[in-house]
């Protein structure tokens, strides 16, 4: 099993530009999320999907969209890239009946 | 806001036990704590978790105090790989209202 990947590892973005972060789980997880770190801060959850083609808001959601089109995937899109948005993004997954998150390798994005 | 008090920074040597604290005194009767840890930059990496009851597991051992507003996160045998932070986390079990703070980065010094 690979676990939870990320597609890409590194980007970066000038502002005003759109970009889509993907990530799959091979673990038929159903809940999905995606999270962003900043230096001086905690994870802050920004979106996250309880199944397949359902998604939520979490706490930072404003500037990003997300699709659950397969139980595999989890997109994350940046319609109009800010420098507010430079932040290290990471995607989890858990089944539904358990308490533990799996989580990606993080993508480090960074817009100019 | 499912707020946690952890202290910044410890240090403990190898091969002794590492016992990092956490306080969540506005948890609630039905929600969990959770510890996690974050090695460098990967992604973070679930340890344990628990409600009531001290639990105990292959990575670690979790004592929650009976009133359950706080609790300690204990490594038996600490080893340089240790070496990281650590975040201790409450929520409801659907994990939806976690709320991750700054956590505590543990020097595991030789």
């Known amino acids: 099993n690979a676990g939870v990947t990320q597609t890409p590892k590194f980007r970066v973005l000038k502002t005003g530009q759109s970009m889509t972060l993907l990530c799959a789980q091979d673990m038929n997880h159903e809940y999905m999320y995606w999270y962003r770190q900043d230096p001086g801060m905690g994870l802050r959850l920004i979106h996250y999907?309880?199944?397949?083609?359902?998604?939520a808001k979490g706490e930072v959601p404003d500037g990003y969209n997300v699709s659950r089109l397969k139980k595999q995937n989890f997109l994350l899109g940046l319609e109009s890239a800010a420098p507010s948005q430079t932040s290290v993004y990471f995607c989890a997954s858990r089944y539904s009946a358990s308490y533990e998150q799996y989580f990606g390798p993080g993508t480090r994005l960074t817009v100019t | 806001d499912a707020k946690t008090t952890q202290p910044p920074s410890m240090d403990c040597a190898e091969g002794r036990a590492a016992n990092l604290p956490c306080n969540h005194s506005t948890i609630s009767g039905n929600e969990y704590v959770y510890w996690y840890r974050q090695i460098h930059s990967q992604g973070p990496q679930y340890i344990i978790h628990g409600l009531k009851n001290n639990e105990t597991n292959e990575m670690a051992s979790l004592i929650i105090t009976e009133d359950r507003k706080s609790s300690t996160l204990i490594l038996p045998h600490a080893t340089l790989r240790d070496t990281a932070v650590y975040y201790c986390?409450?929520?409801?079990?659907?994990?939806?209202?976690?709320?991750w703070g700054l956590g505590t980065s543990l020097a595991v010094n030789p």
């Open positions: 986390l409450w929520g409801a079990g659907n994990n939806r209202k976690l709320i």
């Open positions: 999907s309880v199944g397949e083609g359902t998604t």
